[in-house]
Structure formats: C-alpha cells, structure tokens
C-alpha cells in the first residue's frame, strides 16, 4: 500500500495530444520527484522539488512541464510528445533531511504509450 | 553517467534457499545507500537503507552490506519466497535530494 498516489495509471495518447499526469502524496514529505523508467534502463531522475520550489531539471526536454502547486501535489504536462517518451512515469516523495538522508517513497506509476 | 551498477541482470534462486544481490558504485564521496524492490504493474518499493557510517544492516529477513573499500554494496535474502520474485534496485545518495539508481537485477524464485 502506497501513501503516493498516481493517476491515471495508463495513458495512450498521440503526438499533438496534451495530457496531464497527477501525483498526490499523504505522507507530509516536503520534496517531490518525477522520474522516467524505460525497459532495460536504471531510472532516469527529471524533476525535483522541494517546499514546492524546483530544485532539479535534469535537461528534461521542454514538452515536460512540471507543476508544483503544493507539498502534497504534483504534476507533469505533456504536450507534443515523440514515441521514445512512452515509459512508466514514477513519482516519489521524501521527508525533510533533517537528522539525515531519508528514502524516497515511489507511487505505481503512469505507463504512458505514445501513438 | 551511472554510477551506480548491479553485477548480474537475473538471478534464479531456489525457494528457502538464500539470495544474495550485488551492486557495484562508483562514487566514493556517497554517504547514503537504498535497496528497493519493483514488482510487476508497481513502482519500487522501499526494502532497507544504510549509511556510509556502517557495515551491515539488518531488518525482517534482509540484510545489507556495504564494503567502502570495494565500493560493493549487497542486498541478502534470507529464505527466499515466492513473494521476493521482482526486480531489485540498489541506489546512491550522490547529492542532496539525488538519486542514483542501478539497473536493476530480476530475482525469480523457484518452487
């Protein structure tokens, strides 16, 4: 059972379609994650935020857009997406580092396909 | 590029025998270190953690090692079941909030 929830859990869209990923984390983390996870490929970190501030970019092309409104709410826009995009996208959450290194905790995840 | 590696993409092991999961990294400087594990249709899922200030770790039937001179971090299974069938995942603090991860090595457990 996973205190970040991710929707939707599948999403099929074309090339010039724009769409949203949502994540929601119940567990009072203060820093944010989307990561990318391809076949075959250790997971590639994209954004990250902390106290809703974006801390990290990790030269994500343009066509993501991530939006922080708060703490506990996350999202990825899409839009003119290219087919080597589809992958399952993970969002993770962390407490504080206070008192020191803490684990991320992951949702399940968007698999994303691109027509 | 990734400085965090596994030894072994797969490994088939016996149900009740014991795993054991190796994973290599690069960076010295690393201070902190995660096991996760992935299984099918669900994202990873936090196993056990350690820091550069200790050797070994254990929780509920895992154990972690970590060799600072080898730069080798290990992931024991005691009694493997069916249930530790997924994908395990080793990563390294590199910097604040950064992650790096391993490939992965897909544990199958055999009845």
């Known amino acids: 059972e996973t205190g970040v929830t991710q929707t939707p859990r599948h999403l099929v869209m074309g090339m010039t379609n724009k769409k949203s990923l949502k994540c929601e984390q119940h567990?009072?983390?203060?820093?944010m994650y989307w990561y990318k996870q391809s076949a075959k490929k250790p997971l590639e970190l994209m954004f990250v935020y902390n106290f809703k501030e974006q801390t990290e970019n990790n030269s994500v092309p343009s066509r993501f857009s991530p939006e922080c409104p708060n703490s506990s709410h996350l999202f990825l826009h899409l839009h003119t997406l290219q087919p080597e995009d589809s992958a399952l996208y993970l969002c993770a959450s962390s407490p504080p580092r206070t008192g020191g290194n803490q684990p991320q905790h992951f949702g399940d995840g968007t698999r994303l396909s691109i027509l | 590029g990734e400085s965090v590696g596994l030894h072994l993409p797969t490994l088939s092991v016996q149900e009740g025998d014991n795993s054991i999961i190796n994973c290599a990294y690069s960076n010295s400087a690393s201070d902190y270190f995660i096991w996760y594990k992935q299984e099918s249709g669900k994202g990873p899922q936090f196993i056990i953690d350690?820091?550069?200030?200790?050797d070994k770790r254990q929780g509920q039937r895992v154990t972690v090692l970590l060799n600072k001179t080898v730069k080798h971090l290990s992931l024991q299974i005691a009694a493997t079941q069916p249930g530790d069938s997924a994908v395990y995942f080793c990563a390294e603090n590199i910097n604040d909030y950064k992650l790096s991860f391993g490939a992965g090595t897909t544990v199958t457990v055999r009845a």
């Open positions: 350690i820091r550069s200030n200790m």
């Open positions: 567990l009072g983390h203060n820093a």
